[in-house]
């Protein structure tokens, strides 16, 4: 059997439409994400606001692409390789929408910072910093080009975080226990690299979603196996 | 060959193998292999002159009426070859029921609409009570109790194809073919169909040709997808319409056939 030509859906125009959408939340979420850090390393106070600002912006572009989906689930049903795309842009712009979130507890954390001694510089925060937003773009990256090696390899890349995020940990306690007045900045600290590693998390999300896209089975929660 | 319920269960209820049925020089199917399982409904897709309706005759032996069919390979029923010598197509068709697009009534009553099979095969039961029965599995008794003598052509287009599925089960039959049950039907009409398929799954093997993707979506455990005389791709329903294995399949599914 030869080929068929190349056939538009009957919506694809709302398919990327959709798709569209999610890669403007997804592009505003990686810059929240190098504003907050940003912001972090000059201890910066006005970043916060501009943060925050950015962020109501993605919310907005949440809505929106619950109701784009509820519409087309209602209107258009769609179907095999269509359906995954839309449930995959749903499950995406929540994962995206809470990255935005933990840029901006990351922001609200280093704004209070400010108010204490800086810490003695951790290089493991930039550098998972630097991870996490580097996993962001590769997962949407390879949502855009269906790459399926390319999602697997920032689901690999969580375990890289995982241990950025231990050993920062152990370097923000020994201080702490060295000088008091590194408790609050310390705990603090804690707490932006947290919000890190979960926006390295949702990455991993995005990307396994990826491969659900793409293959159509659910890599979920199986390890190194997937 | 001992007769187990669960050997029983282990046979599909209706096999086709290497299944080609021609009308003249056209194939109508080609190579085809399906195993129907017992009590599941199996809805059949596809584009129109795909094959679906050659697929649900060739089950009861209702393509053989066509001049100049021919048919080869093999379709068993319960494990026997439904062309054995020993079959008698009339016994076949009771036990493998079929319903038509279009309402197929006598211009009788409904009572005779639903008693002209059984009287026709010799039924020893209590005609009045076999009526009923079946009448109020299609959900029509409460509908048409007060005066089952009325001519069946008064009744509305959705219960007229009840009133042919209720005479249908009056046979007996262990399946039953549906072609496009519901494609002449408004939506209320449809979705009572719909549910008395739903409600028969179990106690009877239904296949269903359906145009309605959605309908077959809603109403099947397993989906074949039929368009050119060749099965394409056969799976459980969910699989099907969540992760096709084959692009064709795709393409139908998504709208996207050139």
Known sequence: MTDPLPVRGPFEGELDRLQRLLLEMAGRAEELVRMAMEGLAARDREMTRRVRKADDRIDELEVEMDERVLELLALRHPMAGDLRLVFFALKASNDIERVGDHAVNIAKSSRRLTRHPPLPDILEIGEIGGQVRKMLGDALDAMVTRDVEKARSVIAHDQRVDDLRRSAFRIIVSYMLEQPRYISPGLEMILVVQNLERVGDLATNIAEDVVFLVEGRSIKHMGASA | ?258
């Not at chain 2, 086709?16 to 195993?35: C, H, P, Q, Y």
């Not at chain 2, 697929?55 to 053989?64: C, V």
């Not at chain 2, 077959?216 to 329903?237: H, K, N, Q, V």
Request: hydrophobic share 40%.
């Open chain 2, 1 to 258: 060959m001992s007769d187990s319920s669960s050997e029983r269960a282990a046979v599909p209820v209706l096999a086709a193998e290497d299944l080609t049925v021609r009308f003249g020089r056209r194939t109508a199917l080609a190579n085809v292999a399906i195993a129907v399982p017992r009590g599941r409904v199996v809805s059949v897709i596809g584009p129109s002159g795909g094959g679906k309706t050659t697929l649900l005759r060739a089950f009861n032996r209702l393509n053989e009426l066509t001049p100049g069919v021919a048919t080869t390979g093999t379709v068993r029923f319960n494990g026997v070859d439904l062309h054995g010598d020993e079959v008698d197509p009339v016994e076949v068709r009771r036990r493998i029921g079929m319903v038509f697009q279009q309402a197929t009534l006598f211009p009788r009553s409904i009572f005779d609409n639903v008693a002209f099979g059984p009287r026709a095969g010799g039924y020893g039961g209590d005609l009045l009570e076999l009526v009923e029965e079946v009448l109020d599995a299609v959900g029509l008794w409460s509908e048409v109790a007060e005066d089952p003598d009325r001519p069946a052509m008064q009744l509305s287009a959705g219960q007229q194809q009840r009133l042919c599925i209720a005479r249908t089960l009056a046979l007996r039959p262990e399946v039953l073919l549906l072609d496009e049950p519901t494609s002449a039907l408004d939506p209320a009409a449809t979705a009572r169909i719909e549910s008395l398929i739903h409600a028969l799954r179990g106690d009877y093997t239904i296949v269903l040709a359906t145009h309605g993707r959605r309908q077959a979506a809603r109403l099947s455990d397993f989906t074949a997808y039929l368009a050119g005389g060749e099965l394409i791709e056969y799976g459980p329903t969910e699989a099907l319409f969540t992760n096709p294995r084959d692009r064709r399949t795709e393409s139908y599914l998504t709208g996207r056939i050139a």
